[in-house]
């Protein structure tokens, strides 16, 4: 039965997430409401589940590429080229 495998949890809950900061050279955008951001005049749609949130986009070696970065974790990358204004 699963109560008999529930242990309590060793790792103590924090009420509200530690601050995170990116890195200096990092395009910080805040998430909109539906998911979308801005991005050097470029609207770009990520996931509903990052809205309200703070996003890392670092440029690649290919002109006009970002990875987009929710704290240590890539979420996708974003090519401008293909995006029409």
């Given at each position: 039965?699963?109560?008999?495998?529930?242990r309590?949890?060793?790792?103590?809950?924090?009420?509200?997430?530690?601050?995170f900061?990116?890195?200096?050279?990092d395009?910080?955008?805040?998430?909109?409401?539906?998911?979308?951001v801005?991005?050097l005049g470029?609207?770009?749609r990520?996931?509903?589940?990052?809205?309200?949130?703070?996003?890392?986009?670092?440029?690649?070696?290919?002109?006009?590429?970002?990875?987009?970065?929710?704290r240590?974790?890539?979420i996708?990358?974003?090519?401008?080229?293909a995006?029409?204004?």
């Amino acid at each position: 039965m699963p109560l008999d495998r529930y242990r309590v949890s060793q790792r103590q809950h924090r009420e509200t997430v530690e601050p995170f900061d990116y890195a200096k050279d990092d395009l910080i955008r805040r998430v909109q409401q539906h998911g979308f951001v801005s991005i050097l005049g470029h609207n770009v749609r990520l996931c509903r589940a990052f809205a309200g949130k703070s996003v890392a986009f670092r440029p690649t070696a290919a002109d006009g590429v970002f990875d987009a970065w929710f704290r240590h974790q890539k979420i996708e990358t974003i090519d401008l080229n293909a995006i029409d204004r």
